[in-house]
């Protein structure tokens, strides 16, 4: 599977990786635009909110440029810095708690007005779960990655991302019935009701 949205493939985007923390710049923009959208739209669900998202994807592109030359294995580095986007992400969101004590639920937004009432529906459900759920949610459904590489990205054991995804999946079928916009079947997909 390619994890890179350019086309190009996996070995020339690791031979890219492998330029970038050898000190080449270009390399490493290269190689952070070929994931940027796809942190981007994981950190607007995380966060809430489109700035704080950027802010994170942002921050990312930082901690990641610094840490590259630690990444021992190229080939994995969109999970890696993935990785790196949910940490920031977690950071960011303590941080608020500390700051501000109520959040607003109503201030985030992904492209709102390009969505149908039953996808924001579907968007507010999964912004209603707890940060745990939300991630697993949004890195298996709204990203694609396999139950395994959450697992990696998330450093957790594969029975606890299986359990997550359950719950979650238990908790947006519950939500979405009682707002009567989806019925969610047992292996995540959405129905109309």
Not at 6 to 12: C, M, P, R
Not at 117 to 142: I, Q, W
Request: net charge positive; aromatic share 8%.
């Amino acid at each position: 599977m390619n994890l890179f949205n350019d086309g190009e493939s996996e070995n020339e985007m690791e031979g890219v990786v492998r330029a970038a923390q050898a000190g080449d710049r270009d390399a490493f923009l290269k190689a952070f635009e070929s994931v940027q959208q796809a942190l981007y739209r994981a950190a607007c669900v995380i966060m809430e909110n489109q700035q704080d998202a950027y802010d994170a994807t942002q921050e990312t592109a930082l901690i990641a440029y610094r840490c590259l030359p630690h990444l021992r294995q190229p080939c994995y580095f969109k999970t890696w810095i993935t990785r790196i986007m949910i940490n920031k992400c977690r950071a960011m969101l303590r941080e608020r708690k500390k700051v501000v004590l109520q959040a607003d639920m109503n201030t985030w937004s992904v492209s709102l007005q390009e969505r149908s009432a039953d996808e924001l529906g579907v968007l507010e459900a999964v912004n209603s779960l707890s940060f745990p759920y939300r991630t697993v949610v949004v890195l298996r459904y709204l990203e694609g990655y396999s139950q395994k590489e959450i697992a990696r990205i998330l450093n957790l054991p594969l029975g606890t991302v299986k359990s997550r995804i359950n719950g979650a999946l238990k908790k947006l079928r519950e939500r979405l019935r009682l707002q009567g916009v989806f019925e969610i079947r047992e292996g995540g997909e959405f129905l109309g009701l």
